[in-house]
Every structure is written in C-alpha cells, then in structure tokens.
C-alpha cells in the first residue's frame, strides 16, 4: 500500500461518523496544517485534514520490504461561537475513530499507537476567528514490493501445466564421494 492510498483509506474511514456530527469539509493535506494555510485555502467549517506527518525509523524485513514507524496526524478548523469547544469535542471524536483501527484490511500495517490530543493555539489563529486543534499518532506502515523468503521470484522456474516430471530417481548412480 502506498502512502496516498493509506491517506485516503484514513479520509475514508472518517468521513461519515464524523460528517454524522456536522463536520462539513474532510480532505487530505500534504502535510502539517498551521495557520499559514488558513490563509492559502478555502475551508467550509468544521473542516478536517488528513496528512502524512513522516516516518523516522525504518526496519528491513526479512521479505525485502521495510516497515516505517509512520507519524500521521487529524488537523480539526473550527470557526464561531463555541469554536473552542466544537474542536474540543471533534478531537475527542477524531481520537475515538483512530483508536484500534487499521484503516484498511488488506494493508500491511499495525496498529495506533502514541495517539497525541495537541490544541494548537496561537494568536494569529485566534486573531483570524477560528480554532485549529490536532490529532496524531504512530502507525507502522510496510513498504516495497515482498520477495520470497527463497529468492527472487522467477517464473521460468515453475513447469508448465501439464509438464511430466521424472520422479524414478536412481540413487545409485550418484557421483563419488556423495
């Protein structure tokens, strides 16, 4: 599994308990959300962002792919009366969702861990009128393309169907010395 296609299956699987509680805009980020892209983008609050916060540690595995400890992270926009609260609320949503969840069945990935409830407070999202908190945890996530345990996989060394094999092994006429 790709990154983006883990990012999607992440925006995926929020979006409708989340919408479900009046959340109007879920998207994917290409990376940490802050005030600076309040200003860049449109947004339709409450709105989410989805992003891939980077991968510090990688571990070879014995099929030739690597694992990467996976830092992701929920960014929550609120605007309004009650904004505080509103992403407060949001943020505990967003952790319950996270909780336990691999996001995709098929995927090659473990479980949540370190889950991390940041409010992002700071004058110029607050001089803006809106409210920005964040969600983000660890995920091993495996990458690459596995290689049999014997080798590489080589297609011109399965017979054909149909193929007749010897199974009449002399043992007997075995080289000197074996």
């Not at 959300?33 to 980077?54: M, N, T, W, Y």
Request: charged share 20%; hydrophobic share 45%.
């Amino acid at each position: 599994m790709s990154i983006g296609a883990f990012l999607n299956a992440i925006e995926a699987d929020i979006s409708d308990p989340l919408t479900a509680l009046g959340v109007r805009d879920i998207a994917t980020s290409p990376g940490r959300f802050d005030a600076s892209e309040i200003d860049r983008r449109s947004f339709k609050s409450p709105a989410l962002r989805v992003a891939f916060l980077g991968a510090g540690r990688s571990k070879p595995m014995a099929d030739a792919t690597r694992k990467y400890d996976a830092t992701w992270g929920v960014f929550i926009l609120t605007d309004g009366r009650g904004r505080e609260t509103e992403g407060l609320d949001l943020m505990a949503a967003v952790a319950v969702q996270i909780e336990a969840n691999q996001f995709a069945a098929e995927a090659p990935v473990g479980l949540p861990e370190n889950i991390r409830l940041d409010p992002l407070y700071s004058a110029s999202v607050d001089d803006k009128g809106i409210a920005l908190f964040s969600v983000s945890w660890t995920q091993t996530i495996r990458l690459g393309v596995s290689v049999p345990l014997d080798g590489a996989y080589d297609p011109a060394a399965i017979p054909p169907d149909g193929t007749v094999t010897n199974t009449d092994i002399d043992i007997t006429q075995l080289p000197e010395g074996i």
